[in-house]
């Protein structure tokens, strides 16, 4: 595989980022409201690219493309983050992991229908096992629950796998830096409505919360969104990136043990195990089954 032309090692970077940003969500939590918290993370990670582009002279977006942006704003930031809230109010939070676990088998099912994009049948039986082992890391010691809230996570993973579509649309004539700052910069402009509650409960929270808040729009946000729209500029397929997703569940697991001392239970080694015997098949599986080049590498 030759990794300076791969996409692996963006999606990876990304995932790695979004896993941790599990871990501190709950920390800063406890000092935010879930609403404001999404505003202050990505208004730092706004400011860092406002001043990312004055060093680097990003050029703007040409004004026919405005409504691309301004759509993966609201679906990747605006309306996912408010779904995916309401949703983690009225359900238990192994029924939300099953949930937004559906995405890359989402965004599989729109890049079919939008780009014409087809899997393999090895491929969608490593989608077929990776969902397997979320529902066993996030069930086995716990329950799924059934009520409004589904609905509203539901939405939530409409809305992220819209956003990877459109990710791979933009980064088709724009770099990864323009797509993924101008798409959080229009979200946080919508964002901005919970801006007030922000400013209320900011002096309120100890200083180590402004530690995490930081590393939650620098890395988590801001470096992470451009990693993941360069990884949807290299791949030849949509769902060869969003399939990374089926590892977050793990990886946050594993983040939860490091930083909050959470012990990882059997279920979480167990479903992990699966996870990542399903991301391999999937993504060289082509080698394995003897299907020929991956056209992934």
């Not at 030759?2 to 000092?31: C, D, E, G, M």
């Not at 983050?81 to 088998?105: D, K, R, W």
């Not at 090895?122 to 629950?145: C, D, K, P, R, Y």
Request: net charge positive; with cysteine.
């Amino acid at each position: 595989m030759n990794f300076k032309n791969s996409f692996h090692p963006y999606a990876i970077v990304t995932i790695i980022f979004w896993s941790l940003a599990y871990v501190l969500t709950r920390l800063t939590l406890q000092y935010f409201s879930a609403f404001s918290l999404g505003f202050i993370r990505y208004f730092i990670a706004s400011v860092t690219w406002i001043i990312i582009a004055l060093f680097v002279k990003l050029k703007l977006p040409q004004a026919k493309d405005i409504p691309w942006f301004l759509a993966a704003g609201c679906a990747g930031f605006f309306l996912y983050m408010i779904a995916f809230n309401q949703g983690q109010a009225h359900v238990t939070s192994a029924t939300a992991s099953v949930v937004i676990a559906t995405v890359p088998l989402i965004t599989a099912l729109l890049a079919r229908v939008v780009y014409r994009e087809r899997l393999k049948v090895f491929q969608w039986f490593a989608v077929f096992i990776e969902f397997v082992g979320v529902a066993v890391l996030t069930l086995m010691n716990g329950a799924f629950s059934l009520n409004s809230g589904l609905f509203w996570l539901l939405l939530a993973a409409l809305a992220l796998s819209v956003y990877n579509l459109l990710q791979r649309k933009l980064t088709q004539k724009y770099t990864a830096l323009q797509a993924s700052a101008y798409s959080i910069l229009f979200g946080t402009c919508m964002l901005a409505i919970f801006a007030p509650t922000a400013v209320r409960e900011m002096p309120h929270a100890p200083a180590v919360q402004y530690l995490y808040l930081a590393v939650l729009g620098v890395f988590t946000s801001a470096v992470a969104y451009v990693a993941w729209a360069k990884a949807f500029s290299k791949a030849q397929k949509t769902s060869q990136v969003s399939n990374y997703m089926f590892v977050t569940p793990f990886l946050a697991s594993l983040f939860g043990f490091l930083l909050a001392g959470e012990i990882p239970d059997d279920a979480t080694i167990v479903g992990g195990g699966i996870i990542l015997v399903g991301v391999l098949t999937f993504n060289f599986g082509g080698k394995i089954f003897g299907c020929g080049k991956d056209e992934n590498d």
